[in-house]
T-cell receptor, first 112, second 115 residues
Framework: LAKTTQPISMDSYEGQEVNITCSHN???????ITWYQQFPSQGPRFIIQ???TKVTNEVASLFIPADRKSSTLSLPRVSLSDTAVYYC?????????????FGKGTTLSVSS | DVKVTQSSRYLVKRTGEKVFLECVQD?????MFWYRQDPGLGLRLIYF???????EKGDIPEGYSVSREKKERFSLILESASTNQTSMYLC??????????????FGPGTRLTVL
Protein backbone atom coordinates (compact mmCIF):
# COMPACT_ATOMS: atom_id res chain seq x y z
CA LEU A 1 0.00 0.00 0.00
CA ALA A 2 1.35 3.40 -0.96
CA LYS A 3 0.78 5.35 2.23
CA THR A 4 1.92 8.92 2.39
CA THR A 5 3.78 11.04 4.92
CA GLN A 6 3.74 14.81 4.97
CA PRO A 7 4.51 17.50 7.56
CA ILE A 8 1.75 18.19 10.05
CA SER A 9 2.01 21.96 9.72
CA MET A 10 3.84 24.77 7.97
CA ASP A 11 3.89 28.52 8.44
CA SER A 12 4.51 31.15 5.81
CA TYR A 13 4.07 34.85 5.02
CA GLU A 14 2.17 36.43 2.22
CA GLY A 15 4.09 36.61 -1.03
CA GLN A 16 6.41 33.72 -0.24
CA GLU A 17 6.70 30.47 -2.14
CA VAL A 18 5.63 27.42 -0.15
CA ASN A 19 6.84 23.89 -0.85
CA ILE A 20 5.13 20.93 0.81
CA THR A 21 6.78 17.56 0.40
CA CYS A 22 5.00 14.22 0.53
CA SER A 23 6.74 10.89 0.93
CA HIS A 24 5.27 7.78 -0.74
CA ASN A 25 8.00 5.16 -0.68
CA UNK A 26 5.84 2.27 -1.80
CA UNK A 27 4.18 3.93 -4.77
CA UNK A 28 3.26 1.44 -7.49
CA UNK A 29 3.88 1.75 -11.20
CA UNK A 30 0.27 2.65 -11.98
CA UNK A 31 -0.20 5.13 -9.14
CA UNK A 32 -0.76 8.88 -9.59
CA ILE A 33 -0.07 11.65 -7.08
CA THR A 34 -2.87 14.09 -6.39
CA TRP A 35 -3.06 17.09 -4.06
CA TYR A 36 -6.21 18.49 -2.52
CA GLN A 37 -6.92 21.65 -0.54
CA GLN A 38 -9.48 21.85 2.23
CA PHE A 39 -10.91 24.88 4.01
CA PRO A 40 -12.81 24.53 7.31
CA SER A 41 -16.36 23.21 6.96
CA GLN A 42 -15.86 22.37 3.29
CA GLY A 43 -15.03 19.24 1.33
CA PRO A 44 -11.55 18.92 -0.19
CA ARG A 45 -10.92 20.52 -3.56
CA PHE A 46 -8.60 19.16 -6.27
CA ILE A 47 -5.46 21.24 -6.85
CA ILE A 48 -3.13 19.29 -9.09
CA GLN A 49 -2.25 15.79 -10.22
CA UNK A 50 0.80 14.17 -11.79
CA UNK A 51 2.52 10.94 -12.67
CA UNK A 52 6.15 11.98 -13.17
CA THR A 53 8.43 15.01 -13.68
CA LYS A 54 6.69 18.37 -13.39
CA VAL A 55 3.11 19.51 -13.76
CA THR A 56 2.00 23.13 -13.56
CA ASN A 57 -1.41 24.76 -13.59
CA GLU A 58 -2.75 28.19 -12.68
CA VAL A 59 -2.73 27.36 -8.98
CA ALA A 60 0.38 25.28 -8.26
CA SER A 61 3.25 23.17 -9.51
CA LEU A 62 3.93 19.55 -8.70
CA PHE A 63 7.45 18.16 -8.82
CA ILE A 64 7.97 14.39 -8.95
CA PRO A 65 11.52 12.98 -9.07
CA ALA A 66 12.44 10.03 -11.26
CA ASP A 67 12.11 7.45 -8.49
CA ARG A 68 8.60 8.81 -7.66
CA LYS A 69 9.09 8.08 -3.94
CA SER A 70 8.23 11.65 -3.04
CA SER A 71 6.54 14.68 -4.52
CA THR A 72 6.56 18.41 -3.77
CA LEU A 73 3.60 20.74 -4.07
CA SER A 74 4.77 24.28 -4.78
CA LEU A 75 2.47 27.25 -4.17
CA PRO A 76 3.91 30.46 -5.64
CA ARG A 77 3.41 33.72 -3.78
CA VAL A 78 0.88 32.56 -1.19
CA SER A 79 -1.82 34.81 0.17
CA LEU A 80 -3.91 34.70 3.35
CA SER A 81 -6.59 32.80 1.45
CA ASP A 82 -4.18 29.90 0.92
CA THR A 83 -4.43 29.07 4.61
CA ALA A 84 -5.89 25.55 4.50
CA VAL A 85 -5.11 21.88 4.95
CA TYR A 86 -3.31 20.28 2.01
CA TYR A 87 -3.64 16.54 1.39
CA CYS A 88 -1.35 14.34 -0.61
CA UNK A 89 -3.15 11.41 -2.20
CA UNK A 90 -1.76 8.40 -4.03
CA UNK A 91 -4.33 6.78 -6.31
CA UNK A 92 -3.91 3.44 -7.95
CA UNK A 93 -5.94 1.21 -10.21
CA UNK A 94 -7.07 -2.33 -9.87
CA UNK A 95 -6.77 -2.62 -6.11
CA UNK A 96 -10.30 -2.67 -4.86
CA UNK A 97 -10.73 -1.06 -1.49
CA UNK A 98 -7.10 -0.09 -0.98
CA UNK A 99 -6.21 2.35 -3.69
CA UNK A 100 -7.62 5.58 -2.18
CA UNK A 101 -5.23 6.70 0.52
CA PHE A 102 -5.03 10.21 1.89
CA GLY A 103 -2.14 11.49 3.93
CA LYS A 104 -3.02 13.14 7.22
CA GLY A 105 -2.66 16.54 5.69
CA THR A 106 -0.45 19.58 6.16
CA THR A 107 -2.00 22.62 7.79
CA LEU A 108 -0.58 25.69 6.10
CA SER A 109 -0.90 28.96 7.96
CA VAL A 110 -0.19 32.13 6.01
CA SER A 111 0.35 35.36 7.92
CA SER A 112 0.57 38.96 6.79
CA ASP B 1 -19.85 22.65 -12.64
CA VAL B 2 -19.95 19.27 -11.00
CA LYS B 3 -22.19 19.29 -8.00
CA VAL B 4 -22.16 16.78 -5.18
CA THR B 5 -24.84 17.36 -2.60
CA GLN B 6 -25.37 15.74 0.76
CA SER B 7 -28.76 15.53 2.42
CA SER B 8 -27.82 17.26 5.66
CA ARG B 9 -25.02 19.53 6.86
CA TYR B 10 -25.65 18.69 10.51
CA LEU B 11 -27.32 15.65 12.04
CA VAL B 12 -27.84 14.59 15.65
CA LYS B 13 -28.88 11.02 16.39
CA ARG B 14 -29.11 8.78 19.43
CA THR B 15 -27.15 5.61 20.09
CA GLY B 16 -28.79 2.61 18.44
CA GLU B 17 -30.69 4.59 15.82
CA LYS B 18 -30.49 3.69 12.14
CA VAL B 19 -28.99 6.57 10.21
CA PHE B 20 -29.11 7.28 6.50
CA LEU B 21 -26.73 9.72 4.85
CA GLU B 22 -27.61 10.54 1.27
CA CYS B 23 -25.35 11.78 -1.50
CA VAL B 24 -26.32 12.86 -5.00
CA GLN B 25 -24.08 13.87 -7.91
CA ASP B 26 -25.28 15.46 -11.12
CA UNK B 27 -22.47 14.67 -13.57
CA UNK B 28 -23.15 11.03 -14.44
CA UNK B 29 -20.00 9.84 -12.64
CA UNK B 30 -19.37 6.14 -12.33
CA UNK B 31 -17.44 6.26 -9.05
CA MET B 32 -18.81 7.41 -5.73
CA PHE B 33 -17.13 7.36 -2.33
CA TRP B 34 -17.88 7.79 1.35
CA TYR B 35 -15.18 9.05 3.72
CA ARG B 36 -15.13 10.07 7.33
CA GLN B 37 -12.87 12.78 8.64
CA ASP B 38 -11.65 12.99 12.22
CA PRO B 39 -9.14 15.39 13.78
CA GLY B 40 -5.59 14.14 13.40
CA LEU B 41 -6.63 11.21 11.23
CA GLY B 42 -7.32 12.90 7.91
CA LEU B 43 -9.80 11.35 5.52
CA ARG B 44 -10.46 7.63 5.69
CA LEU B 45 -12.35 5.69 3.04
CA ILE B 46 -15.40 3.79 4.29
CA TYR B 47 -16.88 2.41 1.07
CA PHE B 48 -16.85 3.16 -2.59
CA UNK B 49 -18.92 2.16 -5.61
CA UNK B 50 -17.83 1.98 -9.23
CA UNK B 51 -21.24 1.19 -10.71
CA UNK B 52 -24.89 0.82 -9.80
CA UNK B 53 -25.37 -1.93 -7.22
CA UNK B 54 -21.60 -2.45 -6.98
CA UNK B 55 -19.68 -1.64 -3.83
CA GLU B 56 -16.26 -2.23 -2.34
CA LYS B 57 -15.07 -1.89 1.24
CA GLY B 58 -12.58 0.80 2.05
CA ASP B 59 -10.27 1.02 5.03
CA ILE B 60 -12.91 1.28 7.76
CA PRO B 61 -16.18 -0.40 6.68
CA GLU B 62 -17.08 -1.85 10.08
CA GLY B 63 -20.39 -0.55 11.36
CA TYR B 64 -21.43 0.83 7.98
CA SER B 65 -23.22 -0.34 4.87
CA VAL B 66 -23.97 1.37 1.57
CA SER B 67 -26.55 1.32 -1.17
CA ARG B 68 -26.35 2.43 -4.78
CA GLU B 69 -29.62 1.76 -6.61
CA LYS B 70 -29.24 4.64 -9.06
CA LYS B 71 -26.09 5.98 -10.66
CA GLU B 72 -26.44 9.46 -9.18
CA ARG B 73 -27.19 8.44 -5.60
CA PHE B 74 -24.99 6.75 -3.01
CA SER B 75 -26.28 6.18 0.50
CA LEU B 76 -24.31 5.46 3.66
CA ILE B 77 -26.17 3.55 6.35
CA LEU B 78 -25.31 3.23 10.01
CA GLU B 79 -27.42 0.24 11.10
CA SER B 80 -27.07 1.02 14.79
CA ALA B 81 -25.33 4.30 15.45
CA SER B 82 -22.69 4.44 18.15
CA THR B 83 -20.89 7.36 19.76
CA ASN B 84 -17.61 6.46 18.03
CA GLN B 85 -19.33 7.17 14.73
CA THR B 86 -19.58 10.85 15.59
CA SER B 87 -17.64 12.41 12.75
CA MET B 88 -17.68 14.49 9.58
CA TYR B 89 -18.85 12.38 6.65
CA LEU B 90 -17.80 13.37 3.15
CA CYS B 91 -19.16 12.05 -0.11
CA UNK B 92 -17.23 12.28 -3.38
CA UNK B 93 -17.62 11.24 -7.00
CA UNK B 94 -15.24 10.80 -9.92
CA UNK B 95 -15.84 10.40 -13.63
CA UNK B 96 -14.10 7.19 -14.65
CA UNK B 97 -14.49 3.60 -13.81
CA UNK B 98 -11.78 2.52 -11.44
CA UNK B 99 -8.77 4.13 -13.04
CA UNK B 100 -5.94 5.68 -11.08
CA UNK B 101 -5.52 9.40 -11.21
CA UNK B 102 -9.15 10.53 -11.36
CA UNK B 103 -10.07 13.82 -9.77
CA UNK B 104 -12.61 13.41 -7.02
CA UNK B 105 -15.35 15.97 -6.43
CA PHE B 106 -16.44 16.33 -2.85
CA GLY B 107 -19.69 17.36 -1.25
CA PRO B 108 -19.85 19.85 1.64
CA GLY B 109 -19.95 17.14 4.30
CA THR B 110 -22.40 16.02 6.98
CA ARG B 111 -21.37 16.52 10.56
CA LEU B 112 -22.98 13.67 12.49
CA THR B 113 -23.20 13.66 16.25
CA VAL B 114 -24.32 10.48 18.00
CA LEU B 115 -25.43 10.99 21.60
Amino acid sequence: LAKTTQPISMDSYEGQEVNITCSHNNIATNDYITWYQQFPSQGPRFIIQGYKTKVTNEVASLFIPADRKSSTLSLPRVSLSDTAVYYCLVTGSGQAGTALIFGKGTTLSVSS
Amino acid sequence: DVKVTQSSRYLVKRTGEKVFLECVQDMDHENMFWYRQDPGLGLRLIYFSYDVKMKEKGDIPEGYSVSREKKERFSLILESASTNQTSMYLCASSPRSWAGGDEQFFGPGTRLTVL
